[in-house]
């Protein structure tokens, strides 16, 4: 089945301690992309990889690393996570020849920081 | 740079009635457009999009939506909505920029669906 898997779906952690969320596709796409969901703001794009060892900032990168070592793996880094990154998370991707730019998700991690 | 406005953030409305989720967006370029759909605890999957050809479009689930390049709109319509639409929805463009096609989204409307 194709699929984004995010990992974990739930976490609450305390402010800066590091921690990692993984996202893994087994659709082959180039393109790879980190979402935050905040309520009244919609999704805002923090990252995003045009393939691998390509990654570039979105609209709120701030707080925020990632690496794209292998195609299918897009893991987002928080080296010290803040209260305001307390959100929803959510990886998508699509494949590079796509020019219309719709995206496939994960079904997002909620991620509390204390 | 493109944008894209979903007026409502909420919407009530009863089972079986109809339903029309407003969605505007901005672009000097031409678009592409969606809407997504988030069920409670999931993640967002594709109800339907406009890439080009016939400006009414059909989804997934019965909506449908309409492109109005002059009113620069993608509102999205139900004729009679069950209690399993109850959602949030969100309204994207997308547009080419040097970096690809970056998915820019609405801020959500809330359909509930009451009995």
């Known amino acids: 089945e194709a699929q984004v898997t995010q990992n974990p779906r739930y976490l609450i952690t305390v402010t800066g301690k590091k921690l990692t969320v993984t996202c893994s596709q087994n659709m082959n796409h180039e393109y790879m992309s980190w979402y935050r969901q905040d309520p009244g703001l919609g999704l805002r794009q923090i990252y995003y990889?045009?393939?691998?060892?390509?990654?570039d900032k979105g609209d709120v990168p701030e707080g925020y690393k990632v690496s794209r070592k292998e195609k299918r793996n897009f893991p987002l880094i928080l080296e010290s996570p803040s209260p305001n990154q307390t959100s929803l998370y959510f990886c998508?991707?699509?494949?590079?020849?796509?020019?219309?730019?719709?995206?496939?998700f994960g079904e997002g991690s909620r991620l509390t920081v204390l | 740079a493109q944008s894209v406005t979903q007026l409502d953030s909420q919407v009530p409305v009863f089972e079986e009635a109809p339903v029309e989720l407003r969605c505007n967006y901005s672009s000097s370029v031409s678009v592409y457009l969606f809407w997504y759909v988030q069920y409670p605890n999931q993640g967002l999957q594709l109800l339907l999009k406009y890439l080009s050809g016939s400006t009414l479009v059909k989804g997934i689930n019965g909506f449908e939506a309409e492109f109005n390049k002059s009113q620069t709109s993608f509102h999205l319509r139900k004729p009679s909505v069950h209690i399993s639409d109850t959602a949030e929805y969100f309204c994207?463009?997308?547009?080419?920029?040097?970096?690809?096609?970056?998915?820019?989204f609405g801020t959500g409307t809330q359909l509930k669906v009451e009995l």
């Open positions: 998508a991707s699509r494949k590079a020849g796509s020019n219309t730019g719709e995206l496939f």
């Open positions: 994207a463009v997308s547009s080419f920029t040097g970096g690809g096609n970056k998915l820019t």
């Open positions: 990889s045009m393939n691998v060892e390509v990654t």
